[in-house]
């Protein structure tokens, strides 16, 4: 968003983050084997590519110093205010007043939150989890140095991060046992590095690596109709990933436990070419018995089993939520966005909130996507901002209306019923009632139309 403003020759512009450094999750995250789970060629803002990327997938230290590349391309890193904790904000009439934890404070014509959802971590409540005698470690919150070299060690959760991490551990622990809830689909992710060669030449020739990317989207676009009620498409996925899962694990017990057992893309399908190999290892053991308690010496399950390690490890995710209601944010008539959002997290878009003038959000609600890389979604919503920047430097602050909010609402609850994701499954993606509140129900391209026709009809003065 900064490096766009910066394009057009805005430079007041402040910049609040929290942490030490910029990067976001790419800079919590980094436990062994973290790495991007979308292809490098669409990893990359489409005004800054990145012509030589290491590998198809690239990795989390790979990606952060990306982010910091471009700050510093742009000239962003004195706009830059690290250790900015915003725990108020509130629209005064004309202007937003943000403050933050510390007593500093600051006054903008606009808002944009650009807080992300994958950064409050999400923790297991697990009794006496408190009592265990050893270290317990999160994805999000990795240590330099984790000591857990030849220790035995537990890891609660089979998500997007285990599938990661389990591979990298195994290689270095005594003994792992991975506790499963549900399995995941899986399908192989064909890793390969990128030569010397092939770098030289994107950086030479940038319209091979322009067409590049556009293949590479265009291979993963269509995949959105594994996302609807097309079955056939989904069940040839399924296939594949059960055909890689036959292939990887050679016993017959292990490989039902690992066999899901809902619909292929309800919940986040993930790509990995060594988990499932990884529980044919004679100390890699999968328990699929419910957690009961965790102990000082280990954790037990509900057959009273007791499976005694020296660390735990939780890769549980993250609060999408959370990163909004940790924050105080007063709109409209002194209505707090919380109080917005009692009956499900509402928006225009993802993108405005009625009833907060010159608020928009990045990554909001119903944005992200299961089938592409939000990086497109992002750099959609960040022109509908600069449109509605214009806007309001022509004829003063706007906000979004109710009506255009309200029939947006409807229309991805009637999309949404037309996907995998209203199959059953229980899944991050809903919220406590069961509503996609996470997910765009349809293609990129239908996004960006969407947000283009909506500039100007679906706002009024503030």
Same mark, same amino acid.
């Given at each position: 968003m900064a490096a766009r403003l910066a394009q057009q020759g805005i430079t007041d512009v402040v910049i609040l983050e929290r942490a030490d450094d910029l990067g976001g999750t790419?800079?919590?995250?980094?436990?062994?084997?973290?790495?991007?789970?979308?292809?490098?060629?669409?990893?990359?803002?489409?005004?800054?590519?990145?012509?030589?990327?290491?590998?198809d997938f690239a990795t989390a230290q790979e990606i952060w110093d990306y982010l910091r590349d471009c700050a510093r391309r742009f000239g962003l890193l004195d706009r830059i205010v690290l250790g900015a904790d915003v725990v108020d904000a509130r629209w005064a009439g004309d202007h937003w007043s943000v403050a933050a934890a510390d007593g500093r404070e600051w006054t903008a014509a606009a808002l944009v939150l +650009?807080?992300? !959802?994958?950064?409050?971590?999400?923790?297991?409540?697990?009794?006496?989890?408190?009592?265990?005698?050893?270290?317990?470690?999160?994805?999000?919150?990795?240590?330099?140095?984790?000591?857990?070299? !030849? +220790?035995?060690?537990?890891?609660?959760?089979?998500?997007?991060?285990?599938?990661?991490?389990?591979?990298?551990? +195994?290689?270095?622990?005594? +003994?792992?046992t991975v506790f499963q809830r549900s399995a995941?689909?899986?399908?192989?992710?064909?890793?390969?590095?990128?030569?010397?060669?092939?770098?030289?030449?994107?950086?030479?020739?940038?319209?091979?690596?322009?067409?590049?990317?556009?293949?590479?989207?265009?291979r993963l676009e269509v995949r959105v109709l594994g996302f609807g009620r097309w079955d056939r498409a989904r069940q040839v996925a399924e296939a594949r990933s059960l055909a890689h899962l036959a292939a990887a694990v050679p016993d017959p017990t292990v490989r039902e436990a690992l066999t899901p057992r809902y619909a292929l893309g309800c919940k986040r399908v993930l790509l990995?070419?060594?988990?499932?190999?990884?529980?044919?290892?004679?100390?890699?053991?999968?328990?699929?018995?419910?957690?009961?308690?965790?102990?000082?010496?280990?954790?037990?399950?509900?057959?009273?089993?007791?499976?005694?390690?020296?660390?735990?490890?939780l890769a549980t995710g993250f609060d999408p939520a959370g990163s909004y209601s940790r924050m105080t944010i007063v709109g409209l008539g002194e209505r707090t966005l919380s109080e917005a959002w009692t009956r499900g997290r509402a928006t225009h878009l993802g993108i405005a909130v009625a009833g907060f003038p010159e608020l928009y959000l990045l990554l909001g609600p119903n944005t992200a996507l299961g089938h592409n890389s939000v990086l497109l979604q992002i750099e959609t919503a960040i022109d509908h901002v600069l449109d509605a920047l214009r806007r309001a430097d022509r004829s003063g602050p706007h906000v979004v209306t109710q009506a255009a909010q309200a029939r947006f609402g409807r229309w991805v609850r009637r999309r949404t019923r037309q996907t995998v994701w209203a199959s059953g499954c229980d899944s991050w993606y809903l919220d406590e009632q069961g509503r996609n509140v996470t997910l765009w129900p349809a293609s990129t391209v239908r996004y960006r139309l969407q947000a283009r026709r909506s500039r100007d009809r679906d706002y009024r003065r503030a």
């Open positions: 790419w800079r919590d995250n980094r436990y062994p084997g973290c790495a991007c789970d979308v292809p490098s060629h669409l990893y990359s803002l489409s005004f800054a590519p990145k012509p030589d990327w290491s590998r +650009a807080v992300g !959802g994958l950064h409050v971590t999400k923790r297991p409540d697990i009794p006496g989890l408190g009592s265990f005698a050893g270290p317990i470690l999160h994805t999000a919150d990795w240590p330099a140095d984790d000591g857990l070299t !030849g +220790a035995r060690v537990a890891i609660i959760g089979t998500g997007a991060s285990a599938v990661q991490l389990v591979p990298a551990l +195994a290689a270095r622990v005594e +003994a792992l995941s689909w899986i399908v192989p992710r064909h890793d390969r590095s990128w030569s010397p060669q092939r770098q030289r030449r994107y950086a030479r020739m940038p319209w091979t690596a322009r067409l590049a990317r556009w293949a590479t989207y265009a990995s070419d060594d988990y499932w190999p990884t529980f044919a290892e004679p100390h890699v053991t999968l328990v699929t018995e419910p957690i009961q308690a965790v102990e000082p010496t280990g954790i037990r399950t509900r057959d009273g089993v007791l499976h005694q390690v020296g660390a735990i490890v």
